[in-house]
């Protein structure tokens, strides 16, 4: 079977007697890939993001151990992979490289990827926060009043600084925004704290990610595959991975326009460790991904969930998923038994397979799958050998990682961060110039109570000089002293009486 006639039918493996294809146009109706540690996921998820490559379409995949960027270098020859590729029955293939571009949030080993703080919005924040319901409102209150006020919320000292503000006038922001608690602002700026020790910082700036730089084609028109590295991302801040995944699942479903039933999608996502996305997350932040993930397809984006088991996905949401690939499942207590029970009844019944035993048997790099078909309907389950990719199975060493990003159309545009002007400064320079104006307020009343001053200074000054002896009173004065009759007292007074009068 050559390439030509199945360009835009995904091949994803065999038993020997017949092949398993994804049609493309029904790749944006999702999937699934699940499995136990060790079982065959991740070669699963690089045949997955090689064959979307190969039609054309973008890839982009978060890589949680480091495994996937092998897919960058062509395969190297096995007798494994010649004995897989008879028993499957490939023809036509080729070991060849795929085009990467690598990213990595605290950018060692990829381009930095960011967004900023009002792109992210409340929701997905109070979310990373593990915010109450108050706590949650002061935050939306947050936004609203920096909207309100025209300030740009692009890093996290915006946000500090926007929320310090906050408390300074919540008197006045109360009539408007409702009652701003000092208490709800100090728990949101504690949990600010604990983001940024765990990378929040290196995530929120600008220059932010262009969704188009993760939308490319090579020359040669395949779809670039996007790598996250998300190794130590996922060590330090588990949240933190899964939010900024939501965030740019939210923003390619805002941004990207309708295009309804296409040949192959516009764009693939890949969720590895797809159970964060929803560990601890709240009622309404799961109604909104549920509601995401079924609109966003008739914008041609295909979203696959990579976990161990498919019960770690929300059943609204795993309703939803056309492609089913299930690896392996032990079953070692009575809980999971019952977990291999309810996967094996997700799929489509076919009554040539015992599909609850197979699930425990399958062997590595075998899986159960079920695919669409043209009118959407699931096909029966069959128990195929994943195909073997056609780029290197492991990762890249750490010179031919940094050779690839030299080489990367990237290079440069994001690798420095960027601080314009925005909530910080503008409070900055606002508080800046209320300084100054009560600085010009004191030195006017300072200038008006020097005056005073010496107003009073100038009528004291007169005061005592009108009270000063001459010498002639002195002399008067002193013969008053001196004499001591009541006749001379008299006679001083009538010569006082006649020298005052006069």
């Not at 922001?173 to 929040?200: D, F, M, W």
């Not at 399958?362 to 195929?384: D, F, H, I, Y």
Request: charged content about 25%; some cysteine; proline content about 5%.
């Amino acid at each position: 079977m050559s390439k030509d006639t199945v360009t835009h039918n995904l091949l994803l493996g065999g038993n020997g007697k017949q092949t398993v294809f994804m049609d493309a146009a029904m790749a944006n109706r999702h999937g699934m890939v699940a499995g136990a540690t060790g079982t065959g996921k991740t070669v699963t998820l690089q045949i997955l993001a090689e064959n979307f490559s190969q039609i054309g379409v973008p890839v982009f995949l978060a890589d949680v151990k480091g495994d996937v960027s092998g897919v960058g270098k062509p395969a190297k020859p096995h007798p494994k992979i010649d004995e897989r590729i008879a028993t499957i029955g490939i023809e036509g293939y080729e070991m060849q490289p795929s085009p990467v571009v690598f990213w990595d949030l605290f950018g060692k080993k990829g381009h930095p990827i960011r967004t900023t703080v009002s792109e992210m919005g409340p929701l997905l924040l109070s979310n990373l926060l593990e915010l109450n319901e108050i706590q949650t409102g002061i935050l939306y209150s947050c936004f609203k009043i920096a909207d309100d006020e025209g300030m740009l919320l692009l890093d996290l000292k915006d946000l500090r600084s926007m929320l310090i503000w906050m408390g300074d006038n919540r008197a006045q922001l109360k009539t408007e925004y409702g009652n701003i608690s000092t208490a709800s602002i100090g728990a949101i700026q504690r949990g600010l704290l604990v983001l940024e020790e765990q990378g929040a910082e290196f995530l929120l700036g600008e220059p932010a990610i262009e969704l188009e730089d993760l939308m490319s084609q090579d020359f040669s028109g395949r779809g670039v595959i996007n790598i996250l590295d998300a190794s130590k991302l996922i060590q330090t801040s588990p949240k933190l991975y899964a939010t900024f995944l939501l965030w740019l699942l939210a923003e390619l479903f805002e941004s990207l326009p309708e295009v309804g039933d296409a040949e192959k999608p516009t764009f693939v996502m890949f969720f590895d460790e797809a159970h964060l996305l929803f560990d601890d997350a709240p009622k309404v932040l799961i109604d909104k991904i549920e509601q995401v993930v079924r609109l966003i397809r008739s914008k041609g984006v295909g979203i696959y969930f990579i976990s161990q088991s498919p019960l770690d996905v929300p059943e609204e949401i795993l309703g939803q998923l056309g492609l089913k690939i299930q690896h392996a499942l032990r079953a070692f207590t009575p809980k999971d038994q019952k977990a291999v029970r309810v996967v094996a009844n997700t799929f489509r019944t076919n009554p040539k397979l015992d599909t609850g035993n197979i699930i425990t048997e399958l062997g590595v790099g075998e899986a159960l799958v079920s695919t669409l078909n043209k009118k959407g309907v699931p096909s029966q389950v069959e128990r195929v050998l994943i195909r073997p990719p056609e780029s290197r199975i492991g990762p890249m060493n750490a010179t031919e990682r940094k050779e690839q990003l030299k080489r990367s159309p990237y290079r440069g545009r994001y690798d420095k961060s960027v601080d314009r002007e925005s909530a910080y400064e503008m409070l900055v320079a606002r508080a800046a110039k209320v300084a100054a104006e009560e600085e010009k307020v004191a030195a006017e009343e300072a200038r008006r109570e020097l005056e005073e001053q010496k107003a009073k200074q100038a009528e004291r000054t007169t005061k005592r000089r009108s009270t000063r002896q001459t010498p002639t009173e002195a002399f008067i004065k002193s013969a008053a002293r001196s004499i001591g009759s009541s006749l001379g007292r008299r006679m001083i007074r009538g010569v006082l009486g006649s020298l005052f009068k006069g």
